[in-house]
């Protein structure tokens, strides 16, 4: 019985390991199937770029807003950089509604109020209320154009 289980062992053993030399040889046979070339790789459009940038920068806006460090070259920089979501180009433009360019004017109108309370060194808690406005703001142009990020959105809200 111990020869027999000997035997048992040593057939898987070298089975498995034909098996690893086979599939190491075929992964090394055809490159092309195997190795992605540059073009294959997801590119985002402008647009997507733009909104993962966005939702970046929120994140880490969260923390200036809450601890009341928010300061107004922090809204410009939004500001600007936020601002050409508007002209960029989406991954799908047939996805685009009207109402995206309308969002996106109430979204940096919301980010000049924000800015507006921080030069009249407004209560924090209004911050905080401008801040989540401009967020729902995202929520509900992505309720319309693209429902993916709501749920990360939703959690950026103080």
């Known amino acids: ?8 062992i040593f057939y898987f053993v070298y089975l498995s390991f034909c098996a690893c030399l086979l599939s190491c040889n075929n992964r090394n046979a055809d490159p092309s199937l195997t190795k992605k070339s540059h073009q294959d790789l997801y590119e985002p459009s402008e647009l997507a770029s733009t909104m993962r940038d966005m939702a ?3 994140e880490g806006l969260k923390l200036k807003v809450n601890t009341g460090s928010l300061t107004i070259e922090v ?9 050409t979501m508007s002209s960029d180009e989406p991954t799908e433009i047939k996805e685009i509604q009207p109402s995206f360019q309308l969002f996106s004017n ?8 924000l800015k507006k309370n921080i ?8 911050q905080i209320l401008l801040f989540n406005s401009a967020l729902t703001t995202c929520v509900s142009c992505h309720r319309e ?4 990020p709501i749920s990360r959105i939703e959690k950026i809200k103080i």
Do not use: F, T, V
Not at 1 to 8: D, E
Not at 106 to 113: A, F, K, M, T
């Open 1 to 8: 019985m111990a020869i027999s289980l000997n035997k048992n």
């Open 56 to 58: 970046l920068d929120m």
């Open 75 to 83: 809204i410009d920089k939004l500001i600007s950089s936020h601002s």
């Open 106 to 113: 109430i979204y940096i109108e919301q980010l000049e109020e």
């Open 119 to 126: 030069l009249k060194q407004g209560e924090i808690s209004e």
């Open 145 to 148: 154009h693209c429902p993916g």
